[in-house]
């Protein structure tokens, strides 16, 4: 197994959870390398059902270590919520560890993201109101505050102080309200400071050893690779990188460490939030797959945008992650669908595009190319074996295969983790 990038390769809610699940049964190290609590994924599992936002679901293998490393931005009170609720159901949390780099969400940059939000009005982003755009622009800005801040009282009174003194002039003056009492956030965070401290360490040499001595390790993302704040639909997008490049950056291993990149693909295409979706479907097959699928944000529960396979913006995800391998989740959806269709390129006026548009003015005005494929009639939850599949099912892949140029290893078939076809030669397991 060796290291392992897993990636979103779309917008997102690509089903990472499962699959991640799935390889953490085999590693010895999951670390999380990028986003906040704007993810999110519901574990259903003999211990209970568990909402995760910031933990690695490798939490409930007792030989796995997990990291939220460097490149997460740790809301601490859902942390400490997500921890509390982890113990209730017995898991045993000692082998958690949050990076002392790791930037903390503040309450405001939450209060930000919806003020920024609200003055965006009809432009507005769509974000999850997390706090994530705020919290990364700090973390550039040179004003974040740090997990391991927390653990020297007089260090974190005095960044607070410099931080929230700035903040509060926007507050004040450009949003006309009230101030925050440095107090207040000063003793909510040295409470959870107290209870974080044991979590609290350097981590990047914890994933580098076991790394060097050829341990099973698994980087997990999040979002998906459109949400790239360099290469994804801009303005549109997250603030850290979900590619794959940022599993070096976000945990502080080199990329020489690296031996194979997974990209999550869901068998069509999702988004939440606002930005162009060229085969965004708004019609009765898209509150179908939408029903069926049960597309609604594990975060927000908004209703997710639903639509056909894109292939133009799926083979740039695979080119800008660099992937060895895809996992495609949901296939059982189309279960019942007479043809499907798949985007092969785009009508941009007279022009015909086969690549991805870096500019959104573009993007929004392109018009999906789809190449119509029969489908199956017969349900394939129960299916284990790629050879049993329907034929239907099988030249879908293998045109995926075809359109993205990347293999596709595993097939998930069902949300249940037992639902997965490996497809033959497989050696991610
Ligand atoms: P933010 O990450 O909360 O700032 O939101 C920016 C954009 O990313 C919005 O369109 C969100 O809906 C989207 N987004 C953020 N996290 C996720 C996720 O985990 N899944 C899908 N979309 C996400």
Request: glycine share 10%; net charge negative.
């Amino acid at each position: 197994m060796a290291v392992i990038v897993i990636v979103g390769g779309q917008w997102g809610d690509e089903g990472k959870g499962k699959i991640i699940d799935l390889l953490a049964e085999k590693a010895k190290v999951v670390a999380r390398f990028s986003g906040g609590d704007n993810a999110g994924h519901t574990v259903i599992n003999p211990y209970g059902e568990f909402k995760l936002h910031l933990v690695p679901s490798g939490i409930f293998y007792s030989q796995v270590t997990c990291i939220i490393s460097n490149g997460v931005a740790i809301n601490p009170a859902v942390l400490l919520k997500e921890i509390d609720d982890l113990h209730n159901h017995g898991i045993d949390t000692s082998r958690l560890f949050i990076s002392d780099r790791a930037h903390l969400i503040m309450p405001y940059h939450t209060l930000l993201d919806e003020l920024e939000e609200e003055r965006r009005n009809k432009g507005a982003l769509g974000t999850t109101r997390r706090g994530i755009g705020p919290v990364f622009a700090d973390k550039v800005a040179r004003l974040g505050i740090r997990a391991g801040d927390l653990l020297d009282e007089d260090t974190f009174r005095s960044r607070l102080s410099a931080a929230l003194e700035f903040k509060n002039i926007i507050l004040i003056k450009v949003y006309q309200v009230s101030p925050l009492s440095l107090e207040e956030i000063y003793d909510q965070y040295c409470h959870y400071g107290e209870q974080l401290a044991p979590f609290i360490r350097e981590t990047s040499s914890i994933i580098r050893e076991a790394a060097i001595k050829g341990e099973p390790v698994l980087l997990e993302g999040a979002q998906g690779a459109l949400l790239d704040p360099d290469f994804g639909t801009y303005p549109y997008v997250t603030s850290s990188s979900p590619l794959a490049g940022a599993s070096c950056i976000g945990t502080g291993l080199g990329p020489r460490e690296i031996n194979r990149v997974v990209g999550i693909f869901k068998t069509y295409n999702t988004r939440v939030g606002a930005g162009p979706m060229p085969t965004e479907l708004k019609d009765e097959i898209g509150d179908l797959i939408r029903k069926k699928a049960r597309e609604y944000g594990a975060t927000t529960g908004r209703p997710r945008r639903c639509g056909w396979f894109d292939t133009v913006a799926g083979r740039f995800s695979v080119q800008i992650n660099g992937l060895s391998d895809i996992a495609l989740t949901h296939l059982d959806v189309y279960d019942g669908f007479t043809s499907i269709k798949i985007c092969t390129a785009y009508k941009f006026n007279d022009e015909v595009l086969t690549s991805f548009p870096s500019d959104i003015a573009i993007l929004e005005k392109c018009q999906p190319i789809y190449e119509e494929l029969d489908g199956w009639q017969e349900s394939i939850s129960g299916i284990r074996n790629f050879k049993k599949l329907p034929a239907g099912a099988r030249n879908y892949m293998s045109r995926l295969e075809d359109l993205l140029s990347c293999p596709i290893s595993l097939v998930s078939v069902g949300p249940d983790r037992r639902q997965i076809i490996l497809v033959k030669p497989n050696t991610l397991l």
